[in-house]
């Protein structure tokens, strides 16, 4: 059972906490139809995957595949983790630099700190961008059951509105209210047991804050923290306890007044689990003001023909918390002020996942219901920024296929696939959310030294909304990116990223084109 207490000065709900036990299917990205069981039977290692140039130059609605990194031995000596400088430079007069840095000290101290610069340029008018990602952390083992860590993290993001106008193509925009500057501080601080105790609890604290700032004098901050206890039974079943707040608010400069929101809440969840099939139930109670939620949560998993044939299934409500920085982190061309509502989901996932060998799968069927479904439109007195709207109740049908092979340890294959349906009750269109989306990837290492990839994206079937308010279908596109990293040491390797070699100037926001092919071509020293 969860029980969340709330106060809010518009009636909303936000942040959702996610307690998430082993061979479990989570739901994920509660603002998209997409659902992200966990295969743990006998997984298939598969090699990691890096992009260095920045993902942001083609945004993508969807997120491919992800391949999981190979693991380290855990009792090998480990001096330091790895570390390494990257710098590149690309075709759209785009300079980009990576520094990673980890050390660990007598295998209790570990700290280590990273940053990340890049740029872009493209040929249309005022079509750039910038961000600096730089962060540091710490853990310390104090003890054999403690211990605690520490992170900081300093995001700054920069983009320019270089959308085209239809009919007002001839306003006079001063360069300064052409850009969009956000800055954005976040931290935290955790205590967990790392072993196994002898009451077979397991707990875990943390606190932690964010902070936003941006060239409006929008503000954001958020002070949050859990508190989370896991008890075992035997060997099969498992209780939670949880316990979260989430004081949240926004502050813009003038002519609106501050949006408030805290959220306290309590959580207790039952979990099973063998070999054979697991279940959790666990159910969360919302107050807010005088308006009472009652969230279920149900996730099963049976597995039919050993590894090959695993059947799960899962039902939940939850609420997602919307910001001012999550919908400017996904559309950087944004209002700076916006109407801010949180979204309340329900999701039904039903499919069947398996290993065969080298091969793994899965198949899965979600229908999903959001209340107030937050949704970019142009501003129709300014086709350059996009404004939120919200759908009541809006239906959505997804289907989609995951699924990867593994010839040997050099070659390897995955693709993702999915179609989805939306009926909306108050909008004419699920606005720019794609209703097809496919990735495919495929890498090859050539006698250890050499690492090549190709990676194809897919998407079409998505509306943008014109100044009559009609919908406009926004042209499907291909995305191709090839690219390749040569270890000539151990210490030096070179690398080379091509993207969107199609040159599709897909617009995955109305009157705002991509940027068209790129190539990166830069060095890596690891130390």
């Known amino acids: 059972m969860t029980a969340m207490f709330g106060q809010s000065s518009n009636q909303d709900l936000n942040n959702r906490v996610e307690v998430i036990i082993d061979k479990e299917p989570v739901i994920q990205n509660s603002d998209k139809a997409e659902y992200t069981p966990v295969v743990t039977e006998q997984p298939v290692?598969?090699?990691?995957?890096?992009?260095?140039?920045?993902?942001?130059?083609?945004?993508?609605?969807?997120?491919?595949?992800?391949?999981?990194?190979?693991?380290?031995?855990?009792?090998?000596?480990?001096?330091?983790?790895?570390?390494?400088?990257?710098?590149?430079f690309g075709s759209l007069l785009q300079p980009y630099a990576e520094l990673n840095y980890n050390q660990i000290v007598k295998q209790k101290f570990t700290y280590g700190l990273k940053y990340?610069?890049?740029?872009?340029?493209?040929?249309?008018?005022?079509?750039?961008?910038?961000?600096?990602?730089?962060?540091?952390?710490?853990?310390?083992?104090?003890?054999?059951?403690?211990?605690?860590g520490m992170n900081f993290n300093y995001d700054r993001d920069v983009h320019h509105f270089y959308g085209y106008h239809l009919n007002n193509d001839t306003l006079d925009y001063a360069s300064a209210a052409i850009r969009q500057v956000v800055n954005n501080f976040s931290g935290k601080v955790y205590f967990v047991n790392p072993t196994k105790n002898k009451l077979k609890l397991d707990y875990k604290q943390d606190i932690g804050f964010n902070?936003?700032?941006?060239k409006s004098k929008n503000t954001e901050y958020s002070i949050n923290g859990n508190t989370q206890f896991i008890k075992q039974f035997k060997q099969k079943h498992f209780a939670s306890l949880l316990f979260n707040f989430d004081i949240n608010q926004l502050k813009?400069?003038?002519?609106?007044?501050?949006?408030?929101?805290?959220?306290?809440?309590?959580?207790?969840?039952?979990?099973?689990?063998?070999?054979?099939?697991?279940?959790?139930?666990?159910?969360?109670?919302?107050?807010?003001g005088k308006i009472t939620y009652l969230f279920p949560n149900l996730v099963t998993e049976k597995r039919l023909y050993k590894h090959a044939l695993i059947f799960y299934s899962a039902w939940n409500r939850t609420l997602?918390?919307?910001?001012?920085?999550?919908?400017?982190?996904?559309?950087?061309?944004?209002?700076?002020?916006?109407?801010?509502?949180?979204?309340?989901?329900?999701?039904?996932?039903?499919?069947?996942?398996?290993?065969?060998?080298?091969?793994?799968?899965?198949?899965?069927?979600?229908n999903k219901v959001a209340k107030n479904l937050a949704l970019y439109v142009n501003d129709t007195a300014d086709m350059k920024r996009f404004d939120i709207v919200y759908d009541r109740s809006?239906?959505?049908?997804?289907?989609?296929?995951?699924?990867?092979?593994?010839?040997?340890?050099?070659?390897k294959f995955d693709l993702l696939a999915g179609y989805t349906v939306y009926e909306t009750l108050d909008q004419l269109?699920?606005?720019?959310?794609?209703?097809?989306?496919?990735?495919?990837r495929t890498s090859y290492l050539w006698q250890d030294k050499l690492y090549t990839y190709i990676d194809i994206n897919g998407i079409a079937g998505a509306f943008g909304r014109d100044q009559r308010l009609n919908a406009v279908s926004l042209k499907g596109a291909v995305d191709i990116n090839i690219g390749a990293n040569y270890q000539f040491h151990k210490n030096f390797s070179v690398f080379l990223d091509a993207k969107n070699l199609a040159h599709m100037k897909y617009q995955n926001w109305y009157l705002y084109p991509q940027f068209g092919a790129n190539c990166m071509l830069g060095v890596k020293f690891s130390y």
Do not use: C
Not at 429 to 437: E, N
């Open 45 to 88: 290692k598969k090699e990691k995957y890096e992009l260095a140039s920045p993902d942001k130059l083609i945004y993508v609605d969807y997120s491919p595949t992800q391949l999981k990194a190979q693991g380290t031995k855990k009792d090998a000596p480990i001096q330091s983790m790895d570390s390494y400088i990257k710098i590149g």
């Open 116 to 148: 990340t610069y890049s740029m872009a340029q493209g040929k249309l008018e005022n079509q750039k961008m910038n961000y600096h990602k730089g962060g540091l952390y710490a853990e310390y083992a104090a003890a054999k059951q403690l211990k605690m």
């Open 211 to 214: 902070y936003m700032l941006t």
């Open 252 to 288: 813009y400069p003038v002519g609106v007044d501050s949006i408030q929101r805290n959220i306290f809440r309590a959580a207790l969840d039952y979990t099973f689990d063998d070999d054979n099939w697991s279940l959790k139930a666990g159910f969360q109670l919302a107050f807010d």
């Open 320 to 366: 997602q918390k919307n910001t001012f920085l999550s919908f400017v982190s996904q559309n950087p061309f944004i209002n700076d002020q916006i109407e801010i509502h949180n979204t309340r989901i329900e999701n039904r996932v039903a499919g069947f996942k398996g290993t065969i060998q080298n091969f793994d799968y899965d198949i899965r069927f979600t």
């Open 394 to 411: 809006t239906q959505i049908i997804n289907i989609q296929l995951e699924a990867g092979y593994t010839v040997n340890q050099k070659l």
């Open 429 to 440: 269109k699920a606005w720019h959310l794609p209703a097809f989306t496919a990735n495919f």
